[in-house]
């Protein structure tokens, strides 16, 4: 039987079977490939049934992180767990099969020789064929594909086979699902249609998951926390609402903000600068410092009204425009975005306005 939903744009659709969560616990894990660490001291754990996000750019370990949860890596030093007990470490080693852990490529591999249907219940073997058929074709009807089950993967598009591929990883009904990159591949309306749909479905199996991605954009609307990541290591772990208001470096910062950036020194807990005044407690008199500014934070005024500055560059970006902005006192141009309705014309005298509580201020190494 099936059912439809205001949320779903798949059309008629049925209902993703729940599964029993797993808690999984990354502990202190190293990963060395010849002289070069992937992962160097990796400690994270995920609560069952949550969502967790590793962000980061290319090269900087996440998924070799998850190839090892898979079971595909193995960890040079540290220790894997599912439920408290260890699957990967000095003790010993489960094989990905004995897992239950579903993985999602970011190309899909879907096998083209094999129907739909079979495709998807390609890791069901352990059940009787009509079993794992019932099921194969459940998982189908779930993401709208069922009038498919008979077709092979060439007759559908990049989004209709990211869909087999996420029926496939559920299938199954893991405990716990890996997704690597699972969008990337998408154009932009697809993507954000793949994103709403299996965030639904995520929700519906309750398994824990863990996706790889280098979107901050989607980090922030797919995980329940985001861990962040940098050469083979975490540098912060938080929700989105904690990692964009409370940054610990400012590499974090520029993924989750458009920020311009004004180097300073403390003087009398405070930096001053052509902008305005900011506090700066923490930090050491004598310091140089790096000074974050949310783009969106920045107001024009009138030239009287705050300090002078002139329109160099804008550019329209739909209901927004990024102006490049000339200030007083600023070796460099100041980036601002504005509504578009209202931004001045290039070559325009204005005036510009910081708010001291959307200032990030950073250590002058970073």
């Not at 999602?104 to 064929?129: C, T, W, Y």
């Not at 980090?219 to 990692?243: K, P, S």
């Not at 001053?272 to 783009?295: M, P, Y």
């Amino acid at each position: 039987m099936t059912s439809t939903t205001a949320s779903s744009r798949w059309g008629e659709r049925g209902t993703a079977a729940a599964t029993i969560a797993a808690r999984v616990t990354f502990e202190n894990i190293t990963r060395q490939f010849s002289d070069t660490p992937a992962l160097n001291g990796v400690s994270l754990d995920v609560e069952p049934g949550k969502i967790l996000c590793l962000l980061g750019p290319s090269g900087c370990g996440k998924t070799t992180l998850l190839r090892i949860a898979a079971g595909i890596e193995k960890p040079t030093t540290g220790r894997m767990l599912l439920d408290g007990q260890e699957v990967a470490g000095p003790d010993r080693f489960v094989p990905p099969e004995e897992r239950n852990v579903g993985l999602m490529f970011q190309d899909f591999a879907l096998f083209p020789h094999l129907s739909i249907e079979d495709n998807v219940a390609f890791g069901l073997k352990s059940l009787p064929r009509s079993v794992a058929r019932e099921v194969a074709r459940a998982a189908l009807e779930r993401v709208g594909l069922i009038r498919y089950a008979g077709e092979f993967p060439h007759v559908l598009s990049g989004g209709e086979q990211q869909r087999v591929a996420l029926a496939r990883a559920i299938a199954p009904r893991p405990s716990v699902l890996l997704m690597d990159e699972p969008f990337s591949g998408l154009d932009a309306d697809l993507r954000s249609l793949m994103q709403e749909e299996t965030l639904a479905i995520l929700q519906e199996t309750r398994s824990t998951c863990i996706i790889v991605t280098h979107s901050p954009e989607e980090a922030m609307l797919l995980g329940d926390e985001i861990a962040v990541m940098r050469a083979g290591r975490v540098v912060q772990l938080g929700t989105a609402e904690e990692l964009y208001h409370e940054p610990k470096d400012l590499y974090v910062a520029r993924l989750f903000s458009d920020i311009d950036e004004i180097r300073g020194q403390v003087d009398d807990s405070a930096i001053h600068t052509s902008l305005g005044t900011f506090a700066a407690n923490g930090f050491d008199d004598g310091e140089e410092v790096i000074i974050g500014i949310r783009q969106r934070a920045i107001e024009l005024t009138s030239p009287e009204d705050g300090q002078h500055g002139r329109v160099l560059n804008l550019k329209f970006l739909g209901d927004a425009a990024q102006l490049e902005i000339a200030v007083e006192g600023l070796d460099l141009p100041l980036r601002a975005r504005v509504p578009e309705a209202v931004a001045p014309a290039v070559g325009t005298e204005v005036g510009v306005v910081v708010n001291p509580n959307s200032v990030l201020i950073f250590h002058g190494e970073d």
